[in-house]
């Protein structure tokens, strides 16, 4: 009896998972990364009928999990946080140092900049549970504006969406192994108010090797330094936090996600430049790479915490103040106006 290749994935996920109760926790690890490396060979897109997000679960069985990323963000899923009352400032180490030398390319789901790892650019502290070095960033977006973003403001899209992600090597209890766990530090971006208007954004220098990576497997190597603080919003401490997966087979579970609040400027050249790029490599006919953001995920009781900075340290209760509250429906009703707006 012939197996199909979906059905023999989930069987050996089951397997994989057996395993572990019998074989040593070394062995077991090694094996689950065989796994997931496997996953992520085979076919999948964003638009397929049959490889496309709604049956990413034949190929990677966590996608099916029940805490996926991404999700909309409701105010009436929210648990509000201060800092410091409630939780540590985020602590960066080299957000400014200059990353020279770095490579981006067109892997035919995005545009990916690997960060050497010399550099060392780590963030610890506010809910996350150990020091994230930065490996790697890249993009989503769409071919209309009102769409993009992965993660939403209600129903509410912003045109692009920057995922920064950050591992950590956790040593397991009473073992000499590790376990990686992953973080990502996502950035929206909104189109700048008035394109007439020359501008200064994150992307200024990065457009032109954008367009250089116009078909899968395309790479280059950035000529020009930048620093990953110019990426970021200056305010690190309002963002939503959440638990949830990669967005992308796998869809590995269990990843610290920190949406930060305040988007980063775009223009529409900017934007275009990604939209005119391939998900196929050359001589392979043509396939835009217009659309590669995953539908957001049933959040199943999960709560997000919604981070802010305390103006009044010296508040003693727990309970979110009716300003907090106010300030997070403010926030919510303005995003929703940009991004339905574009103001």
Not at 48 to 62: C, D, E, Y
Not at 72 to 91: C, E, G, H, T, Y
Not at 127 to 147: I, S, T
């Amino acid at each position: 009896m012939k197996c199909s290749l979906p059905t023999a994935v989930r069987q050996l996920h089951t397997l994989l998972i057996a395993l572990g109760y019998l074989m040593d926790l070394k062995l077991f690890i090694l094996y689950r990364l065989i796994f997931q490396f496997y996953v992520q060979s085979l076919e999948w897109d964003y638009d397929g009928i049959h490889t496309g997000p709604a049956n990413w679960s034949r190929i990677g069985p966590l996608c099916a999990g029940k805490q996926q990323s991404p999700i909309q963000i409701w105010p009436n899923d929210m648990k509000i946080a201060l800092v410091p009352r409630d939780l540590s400032p985020f602590d960066f180490h080299n957000l400014d140092k200059l990353i020279t030398d770095a490579v981006i390319e067109n892997n035919g789901h995005s545009v990916q900049v690997g960060i050497p790892e010399k550099f060392n650019i780590t963030v610890k502290g506010g809910p996350l549970e150990c020091e994230y070095q930065l490996r790697q960033f890249h993009f989503h977006w769409a071919a209309v504006n009102d769409l993009g973003s992965e993660h939403t403001i209600g129903s509410s899209h912003y045109p692009l969406e920057a995922h920064f992600v950050h591992t950590c090597e956790v040593p397991i209890n009473g073992s000499s192994s590790f376990v990686s766990r992953i973080a990502v530090l996502a950035v929206f971006f909104e189109l700048v108010s008035d394109p007439s208007v020359p501008q200064i954004t994150p992307l200024s220098s990065f457009a032109s090797y954008i367009k250089q990576c116009t078909f899968k497997n395309d790479r280059h190597i950035l000529k020009e330094d930048f620093e990953i603080q110019n990426f970021y919003p200056s305010d690190h401490n309002s963002y939503m936090f959440y638990k949830g997966s990669l967005t992308t087979p796998p869809c590995t579970e269990d990843v610290s996600w920190v949406l930060f609040t305040h988007p980063m400027p775009v223009t529409i050249d900017e934007l275009n430049s990604f939209r005119e790029l391939h998900a196929n490599q050359r001589r392979e006919g043509e396939k835009w790479l217009q659309r590669n953001f995953r539908p957001t995920q049933p959040l199943y009781g999960r709560q997000v915490l919604f981070v802010q900075q305390d103006l009044h340290s010296n508040k003693k209760s727990n309970d979110a103040t009716t300003s907090d509250k106010c300030f997070l429906k403010i926030f919510i009703i303005f995003a929703l106006l940009a991004t339905y707006f574009n103001f």
